[in-house]
């Protein structure tokens, strides 16, 4: 009989403990090392969180404190997340791809007190950027040496911390279940930062009644399709919602984990044979095109599909942006149906979702159980349920922006109902790109970055469904012209002059300036420059002289999209 869980009325730190007694001989994780997969049991998964709980009971930390990591992907990772959750606090993940900067407003704005970092390297440098004038209590290494970081807040080792807390759980038996007893359902329990369309992050405060309402309706949804005793790869960002709902589900089932990484996961598929595969889209189309490239016989393209995902996958997810079509109908043709939905980090995270029984592809699918959905007059998504946060943290301006006056969530995205039950999403009200990676990115936070270069007038941002990010860009000709000693006005020779080599450096030169302010997911990796110029009598920008993204967009698509034809490009920085 299909194994579900149990989960109504519990957090999940109360599930994942259940879940170490019930299963506490079995292998949880296995982690690469340099002599073969480490097993890691769910007992000594369950000692290692517990380690962590007690250790920052015993500082004093509790709720609503809030405790942060930036950091890689490991298990000391997963430990110290699960650990922060117990010991009551709220946990704030940030990404690790993040720039200093970021991740310093990040830290400032959540009013984190302690973090938790994977090198020295990194501690350095945000103690460089002003790491000490926050609200910071203490620091802890995931890797290396206190000693080697220069700085005046107290700082530990994770051994230093894992010993100090397995010593505390030894003299307070009963501790973690009274811990784990604690938190309220109304109680926050994680808090994600999401890219707004303009300025700063916003903290995105999930309660556990947010989580579980989410858990639960996924589990109706999706439940019966899980097989029992998974053998699954983890590899997605534990950073992102995404991924560290992927970790949740693996403790729900009991799965048998396998730590990959963005670049040696697709290998993996076929080594390890796992049952199930959580990705975003790019991974999908990856191993769509290396199928139907193998042979013109649809036959051998379906049995190369079978032999690339490891001949053994019976539940797929797909996430953190739209799969295309084809790539679905491709899958189910070769008998892998592909679970697909439609959700934003602030309704923790899912809305809709298609069911295996009851689909259509050109959707998101249908609304979850205990989601409510309308249209707006404009056709915006609304959404209503207990799955949806409160509001952002510390920015009532925000909050009251995001919601109707009658306590609708707006969603930002453009629908339409198709046979009055499912969700099609046709167009982003706001104006954020999400890549084929899953990464959303605000493409007026990275344009604004090139005011201060006189050569460019314009530049539009793209790469919505893309593997990564190119740009649009017209030229300030008057500052050109000058630079250049080429004054005669004739236009023929302005086109020329944009294709000059000298021209092309330059705009290279402003590119990479302000790439090295970004993430490497927000930098541009190729763009075209336009010869023309826009303005409102070509529809470019409005009166005001605000750029009209979307007509520029749809007027210089061709050659953006030739932009990744022309190029090919590893997919994994885009992910990882």
Request: hydrophobic residues 40%.
């Amino acid at each position: 009989m299909q194994y579900l869980p149990a989960v109504e009325g519990q957090t999940s730190i109360q599930l994942f403990m259940q879940a170490a007694e019930q299963w506490s001989d079995k292998v949880r994780w296995r982690n690469p090392t340099e002599h073969g997969w480490e097993a890691i049991t769910w007992d000594t998964y369950r000692r290692k969180v517990s380690g962590v709980a007690t250790f920052l009971h015993g500082q004093g930390y509790s709720y609503p404190d809030k405790i942060g990591i930036l950091a890689a992907n490991s298990l000391e990772w997963i430990y110290s997340a699960l650990g922060v959750m117990t010991s009551t606090a709220i946990f704030v993940p940030i990404y690790a791809g993040n720039t200093i900067e970021q991740s310093l407003f990040m830290i400032n704005h959540s009013d984190m007190q302690l973090l938790i970092l994977d090198s020295v390297d990194m501690a350095n440098r945000l103690i460089a950027a002003g790491l000490e004038s926050t609200k910071l209590r203490q620091l802890i290494l995931l890797q290396g040496d206190p000693k080697d970081c220069v700085t005046s807040l107290p700082i530990y080792c994770f051994e230093e911390l894992s010993q100090a807390g397995a010593t505390h759980t030894n003299s307070t038996p009963g501790l973690i279940e009274d811990l784990a007893r604690i938190p309220q359902f109304d109680d926050i329990a994680y808090m994600i930062y999401t890219s707004g369309t303009t300025g700063d992050p916003k903290g995105v405060p999930l309660s556990h009644r947010n989580l579980a309402t989410s858990t639960s309706d996924w589990l109706t949804v999706n439940g019966s399709l899980i097989p029992e005793d998974v053998l699954d790869i983890h590899w997605l960002p534990n950073s992102h919602i995404y991924g560290w709902g992927a970790i949740g589900l693996g403790n729900l089932f009991g799965f048998e984990s396998y730590l990959a990484n963005p670049i040696n996961i697709l290998e993996l598929l076929t080594v390890l044979k796992p049952d199930i595969f959580m990705s975003v889209p790019a991974y999908y189309e990856k191993l769509f095109l290396n199928a139907i490239n193998c042979s013109n016989d649809k036959d051998e393209q379906i049995e190369k599909l079978i032999e690339l995902t490891g001949g053994n996958l019976h539940f797929l997810l797909s996430g953190g942006a739209g799969l295309k079509t084809e790539i679905k109908e491709f899958f189910l043709e070769s008998g892998m149906w592909i679970t697909e939905g439609y959700g934003l980090s602030e309704c923790s995270p899912t809305l809709t979702m298609n069911h295996k029984d009851d689909y259509r592809f050109d959707s998101v699918g249908k609304r979850f159980p205990s989601v409510q959905l309308k249209l707006a007059t404009d056709g915006e998504i609304l959404a209503k349920g207990a799955n949806i946060f409160s509001g952002y943290y510390k920015d009532p301006e925000a909050t009251k922006a995001c919601f109707t006056p009658d306590g609708w969530f707006q969603t930002g995205d453009l629908g339409i109902w198709i046979d009055d039950r499912f969700l099609k999403i046709i167009d982003r009200k706001k104006d954020i790109i999400v890549t084929s990676g899953g990464k959303n990115i605000a493409p007026q936070n990275i344009e604004r970055k090139f005011t201060d270069h006189p050569e460019i007038e314009h530049i539009v941002i793209y790469g919505d469904a893309k593997k990564y990010l190119v740009a649009l860009i017209t030229l300030n000709e008057n500052f050109i012209r000058q630079k250049f000693q080429a004054l005669d006005p004739d236009t023929a020779k302005w086109k020329s002059i944009v294709n000059r080599p000298e021209v092309i450096k330059l705009i290279q030169k402003a590119v990479d300036q302000v790439n090295n302010t970004l993430p490497s997911f927000e930098t541009i990796k190729y763009f075209h420059i336009s010869d023309q110029h826009f303005s409102p009598a070509n529809g470019l920008l409005t009166a005001a002289l605000k750029l009209r993204r979307k007509a520029a967009i749809e007027q210089f698509r061709s050659q953006l999209d030739d932009l990744y034809i022309v190029h090919t490009d590893a997919i994994s920085e885009t992910v990882g």
